[in-house]
């Protein structure tokens, strides 16, 4: 089946503990973007790859680090979270660049506290 | 920054009626899409309508793109209960690679 995989799906952490949220797709996509989801602002792009070892800002891309070292995988990484990233975390994948249609992931639901 | 705004942010309708949303937008796109989102859960892709494009259709959807306006509406109807969800446009822009989405549309249909 084809899908965008998410672990973990719910996590509650603490200020300044590092974490990693990994995203993985089957469906061989070129393009992949992690997106932030907030009450009343919608999704915001954080990070988007367009093919291995290519990524790029989003719009909001501070606290946050990504690494495409395969075309599947795109762990998104927190070094140090802070309460403002308290966040439904959205991973989605497409076939090329990101004009195409975009698979989402069922999204991972971070606290931090 | 957001480019994507839609209106209403929120509608509440009978079922069977016509839903319309609409979706506002800053700059030269190639395309516009729009998405579902069931509460919670991760967004569904409805439809895509490039920027040469000014209406296309699918099944109940019905979707118009003003590039002059930069201006999208999406249609939707014969509304069903099982409508009920949020509903989201997303822009890319000319040249550009960054995805941007608007604040979404609630939609509530009631049986």
């Known amino acids: 089946e084809a899908q965008v995989t998410q672990n973990p799906r719910y996590l509650i952490t603490v200020t300044g503990k590092k974490l990693t949220v990994t995203c993985s797709q089957n469906?061989?996509?070129?393009?992949m973007s992690w997106y932030r989801q907030d009450p009343g602002l919608g999704l915001r792009q954080i990070y988007y790859?367009?093919?291995?070892?290519?990524?790029d800002k989003g719009d909001v891309p501070e606290g946050y680090k990504v690494s495409r070292k395969e075309k599947r995988n795109f762990p998104l990484i927190l070094e140090s979270p802070s309460p403002n990233q308290t966040s439904l975390y959205f991973c989605?994948?497409?076939?090329?660049?990101?004009?195409?249609?975009?698979?989402f992931g069922p999204g991972t639901r971070l606290t931090v506290t | 920054s957001q480019q994507g705004e839609e209106d209403p942010q929120a509608l509440s309708i009978q079922e069977g009626e016509n839903a319309t949303m609409n979706c506002s937008y800053k700059?030269?796109?190639?395309?516009l899409q729009w998405y579902r989102q069931n509460s919670g859960r991760g967004l569904v892709h409805l439809i895509l309508?490039?920027?040469?494009?000014r209406e296309k259709h699918s099944g109940r959807l019905r979707v118009t793109l003003d590039t002059s306006k930069k201006s999208s509406s999406l249609l939707i109807t014969a509304s069903r209960a099982a409508d009920t969800a949020s509903y989201f446009c997303?822009?890319?822009?000319?040249?550009?690679?960054?995805?941007?989405f608007g604040a979404g549309t609630r939609l509530f249909v009631k049986a």
């Open positions: 989605a994948s497409s076939l090329r660049e990101a004009g195409g249609e975009q698979y």
């Open positions: 469906m061989n996509h070129e393009y």
């Open positions: 790859s367009m093919n291995v070892e290519v990524t």
């Open positions: 700059t030269s796109i190639n395309n």
């Open positions: 309508i490039r920027s040469n494009e």
């Open positions: 997303a822009t890319r822009n000319t040249g550009g690679f960054k995805t941007i």
